[in-house]
Structure formats: structure tokens, C-alpha cells
């Protein structure tokens, strides 16, 4: 390879001094005597340029000199081909890792060239010969994989490698630079640096406005396979690492001296070292699924909300890799503004629209994502885009979008939406399309030609009619989100949490994240709270609780038979969730609606009884069931109704007022619930209510 570079040194000099002389003995030159020194003066400089080395000092400290600009380059990370792809350099790309075919953002010509293995084992060394390339481009991991080894074998083939690595966000910046000199493309590489740098400036900017009663302190860790440990946290010497410190909080992990800049901890250490100190915690990984999954048991596994940022759910995922954010390169620049905004969501401005610019921009493509979520049905449903017409078949989801400010996107609602005072007339006043427990009209679904229909979801008496609205929109192509609570075990979700998980996924389907997390993380806290309170109290002091509904004894609907709430049904098991014991669940009857007449709930019940809830949707017949019960010398064998702890809670979806177990003002039917049966332990309702109204209905209650 040395004596063919000679050879052609040789001959370009050669061409060159044969070509002055021609100009300087033809006989019939008309040329002036200056224009013959200035093409002599650029022949020299041609053959100057020609010579001239290029000698750069990669990330291992390595002084590298190429002869020429390369011409076959071999390029082992998504990451660096990325940027090579930017600076118009893809048909210099003869070979790739392992890994880069994987890269949703590179053009199928780089995705299609020859693997020759990767910087982690290694590579196949006689592809890469047969490749004849002028270079190759590695990762540098200070020898931990095959990236020293890789050096070594190169050298030894008289192959070039340029070593990259990025221990911090600016590092990206300085690798754009030294590839726009590489391959002399210092223009277009200056364009893509001032952009990420002018991005970074902002973020230290905003970082320098925090004031610092607001600052955060973080943990950032790798999903793990078991949440129990080990587990990797992202200390000192991790780019990713060091974003928390460039978004203006501190990493706890910086803390602490380990001799790795990934040390794996077991659960008890993490909380030993942090667990009072932790506000938000990071999660990542390179698959989405996972990601979802850890996040999710995090959040709900008792071990770790000995940890204040899960105690006060401030637990986020963000997905890393070549189809994330959280990578080297000039993604990592949006990554940074990710976990910017999940950290502080009142400082940094959402990151899409960030995303969108460098994508367009310096990639030439445009930023649209497919979403993949699952609703409470265990149904996967992608989206190519973002909803924009939706009818909505229960009040409760329609106010979840109202939080989010999409009352736009609503095109059509049920019957029975238009009684729900939470919501503004330009929503109730919506065309109607009937109600799926009764009947759909589905012409005027059809008219208003929805690209989602968001349908409660109830699985029980009704499930035949949720059945006939999944297969008829189906026959017309509209895609059905179905949310509900009492089938929240198809999502692996416990009852109450899944209003939680289901604001977060409307919040991803209709790109409106930031203001969704914020909503779920509110309620997260209350919830968490109620679970904390309930793991306090002692087990002398816990009560026995039956729950009924009093349109069952009194009104129309009252038959003389009464409907006990057992397991499956919301309110059974919030009173569960609360510290109760719900006496229903002791009898072996399928539920989620046990129907006794006052005889049998009497012998089953009676004398175990310490607190009797009674639920309704309609304040006067509710309070007329309570009087009913107390004044009926029938109920008195009943050991709490003779004790005087009988209890009206109203739950409705349509009344202010009201407490409720679904959408986002489920938290006040929890807290109900608690304050009803330990009102020494769990404060009233009404002021978290309150706060909900206020805060993201930006209505009075």
C-alpha cells in the first residue's frame, strides 16, 4: 500500500512538470505572461494540496496522519456514520458495524454495505482486508472491548483509525469538527456544530435560571433485568451522566468514587446511599418494551419506595440507542432537552419540535415517529401519526384530553357526555353518536370521519356491546383506544394505577407528553401517598369494610336484593388499597357485583362489619339509602350499622362536587375512601379535589 501512494505521488509530479513545460515551449501560446503564472502558481498549489497531510489527534490521545482525504472508510458506530451521512460523505462508506444497520435514521446505501463486526467483539479481519479501505473509524473505550485490539490489528495492516468517544455532550461537538477536517468538509461540519453548540448554549442558559431552592438531585440507571440487582448507574465519566449536571441538577452517582463509570449496585446500596435524597430517577434502555416494563415496576414494587423520588413519582423513562435520543452523536443534543424537560418540565421547552429541526435540517428527513401503545384491553395499537379527529365514548377519557388541551381534536361523543359538568360546553356540545351500552349510530360515526375512537371500557354486562364497536370499527379502519380499570390485569397494572398509565399513553399518542407527565406525576404523588399511609397503619387498628350501592335499596332501581361491591370492581379494591379489608372478597360468589337479599348479608356479614360505605351517583338517593339503613331496625344486626359508622360517599362522572374512581379525578375517590374508614389516618378529599379543578381543569371546585 506505501509503494502504490509513491508510485502515485511520483505520477502526479510527473503529469505536473510535463504539463509546465508544454506551457512554456509551445510555440503558438497566446496566453499573457501573467495568466501563465497564475496557472503555474495553481499547478503548485495543486501539487501542494496534493501532498499535503491531513494529522489530527483522535479521542486515545493518538496522533493520526492520512496522507490523503479518505476514500474507503470503514465506520464500526451508528453514531459516527451519522455524522459522516450529514457531511455528504456516504459513498466513501465501504464497510459498517455490526449494529449500524439497525439505525433507523441512515439511508438503506450505508445500511446495505458489508459488516465487518463491532468495537465490542471484535472484528472480521479478512472482510475488512478484502474491503481495502483508507481507514477505519472506532469507538474508544479505553481498551475495555476490542477497541485497542482493533488499533493494534490496524496498524499492523497499515490501516488508519481514527479512535472516537464522547465522556461528556461537548465531546459530540469536537468529534463533528475533527470529521469535517478529515474528510475536508469543515463547512458543512462547522453548519451542524454551531447548531448543537447554540442548543447547548440554551440548555446552560436555562440551566443558570434555576434557582437553587428548585435544584434537583438525580439518578440515572439502566433498566435492569431484575429491579431487585443488580443494578447500573451512570456515575462519573458517563456522557449521559454528566447530562443531569449540564441541565442545571446534580448526580447523586458523582457522590461516590467507584472505579467504573457504570458500577452495578444492589437495590439496598442504592437506597442506602440515595434513597433520601433521590428527586427524580432516570431510566434507560435500548428497548422500548423494557423500558416501559422497568419504569412500571419501579414504580410499583414496595422495595423501592423507600426511595423519595418513587415515593413521590418522579420516576421517568427515556429510551436510548439508535432509535432514542440518549446516544452519541448529534441526537444526544435532543436527549439532552429530554431529560431537561423530565427534570425540570417548568424550565426547558418540549423537545420535539427540537428533534424535528435537526432531523429536517442536517439528516433531510422529516420527524415522524410511529407510536405503539397498549390500552386496557392488552390491545397494541400504532399510530403513523397524530390523531386529529376522536370521538370519545366516555366522559372520563374526555376529560383527560381536556387536560392535555385537546378539546379540538373531539369530534363526536356519547349520549351521556354532555352531563359532565367538568368539561366545557364546546366539548358537550359536540354531535352525538348514541352510547355503546345502548346503541351507536354509525352513520353519524362514519359522517364525522374520526381517525380514533377512545371508548370506555367495562368488561362484564356490557361486553358484548364493546365487542360489536371493535369489530365494526374495524370493518371501517378507525382505530379504538379502550380504557378501563376492572381489566386492568391484562396490563399487568394494578386497578387504581391504570388512570395513571392511561394519561400517560394518551399523552404519548397525541404528542403531548410533557403536560400529561406533569398531570400523572401529581396524581402519582397523592397516590403514592395513600399507599404509604396505608402501609402505617398498625393491624389492630385495621377495619373490615363492606361496600353497597344504594340505588339497590332504595328507588327505581331497588329490587330487594342488595348489590355488595367484590373483587373486580373499583370500589372494592380501592378499599382494599386503602388499608381495608373488604368482607365481600371472603366469599367465594363470582363478582364484581354480589347480590344478596339483607338476610344472607346479614349471616355473612354481620357481625363482622366495622364499617358499612354505601355508593351512589345520585345525592338524594344516596342520602336516602343512609337514612334508609340507619333508621331500619332490619340493619341493625349489622355490627356497624348498631355502631353508627355507616358512610355515604358520592361517586359521579358528570356532578362537581363528587368524588370519582376513573380518569383524573380518581385520586379523590381513593382518598374518600381512606378518610371514610381511617378518617384519623387519610385527610378529607375535597382539598386535593379542589386542587386537581384548579390546576389542570382551570376551573373553581
Known sequence: MKSSKILLALLVISILAFSSACVQKTPMETTSTSTIQEKTTSASQAQTKVQEKIIITDFAGREVTLEKVPERVIVLTTYWAEILHILGVDDKIVGVGNYVPNDPYLPEGIKQKPKVGSSFKGLNWETVVGLNPDLIITDWYEGKYKDEEIIQKAQELDIPVIALTAKSVEDNVKVVELLGKVFEKEEKAKELANWMQSRLNEVNKIANQIPDDKKKSVLVISAPKDIGGPITVYAKGSAWASIVELVGAHNLAFDKEFDTQWPKLDLEKIIAYWGDKADVIIVTSFNQEKLEKAVNDIKNDPRWKEIKAVKEGHVYGILAGSKGFLDWGPRIVVGVYQMGGLIYPDYYPEWKPIARELFEKFYGLSYEVKVEVMDSAGRKVTFEKVPERVIITSSYWAEVLHCLGLDDKIVGIDKYTPKDQFLPESVKQKPQIGSVYREINWETIASLEPDLIVMGLWWGSFEPKEKELFERAEELSIPVLAFGIPDSNKTRTEMPYENIRIIRVLGKVFDKERKAEELASFLERYYN???????????????????????SITGKYATGTITVSTRGSAYAETAELVGGHNLAFDVNERGPYLKLDLEKLIAYFGDKTDILIVVDWDAERLNEAVEKIKSDPSWQEI???????????????????????????????????????????????????????????????
Not at 399507599?531 to 385495621?542: F, M
Open 639 to 701: 355490627k356497624a350499622v348498631k355502631e353508627g359508622n355507616v358512610v355515604g360517599i358520592l361517586v359521579s362522572s358528570w356532578k362537581k362536587d363528587a368524588t370519582a374512581l376513573y380518569g383524573p379525578r380518581f385520586i379523590t375517590g381513593i382518598y374518600a375512601f381512606g378518610h371514610a374508614i381511617y378518617p384519623e389516618y387519610y385527610p378529607d378529599w375535597e382539598p386535593i379535589y379542589n386542587e386537581i379543578l384548579q390546576k389542570f381543569y382551570k376551573i373553581e371546585g
Open 529 to 551: 401517598q395513600a399507599l404509604e399511609i396505608a402501609s402505617k397503619i398498625p393491624e389492630e387498628e385495621k377495619k373490615n369494610v363492606l361496600i353497597v350501592y344504594g340505588s
